[in-house]
């Protein structure tokens, strides 16, 4: 028996691939977009829970495959939406990272 749209996308967002959130986050970032809704522009990755794409993409940006400028973008929930937020595209503040801002701090 065959499977439905609805059912491949389902599957697929269960599966586990590696890399997938570094690989998603660096396409992201390639684009200059400042900001993108993970659901709406992965339907790969609209099964999985908001937490779960939440810690994903937070750990995909401490990788070192990441691309230049992942620190710069932050992960935030609003109700069941996962966004990704790149605070160095243009018209964006640019705020500072945890790291520069505990330097400053000190």
């Known amino acids: ?3 439905t749209a609805e059912q491949a996308l ?3 967002g269960s599966a586990r691939k590696k890399g997938v959130y570094v690989e998603k986050l660096n396409e992201f970032l390639s684009t200059g977009q400042a900001g ?3 659901k709406e522009e992965w339907s790969e990755l609209a099964g999985k829970k908001t937490q779960t794409l939440k810690q994903g ?3 995909a940006r401490e990788k070192k495959e990441a691309a230049d400028g ?3 973008v932050r992960v935030v929930v609003n109700e069941e939406q996962v966004y990704l937020v790149n605070l160095a595209a243009p018209g964006m503040i640019d705020e500072p990272t945890e790291a520069e801002a505990e330097v ?3």
């Open 57 to 59: 993409f937070d750990a």
């Open 70 to 72: 992942a620190d710069k």
């Open 1 to 3: 028996m065959g499977l």
């Open 36 to 38: 993108v809704s993970v």
């Open 10 to 12: 389902e599957l697929l």
């Open 104 to 106: 400053v701090a000190a």
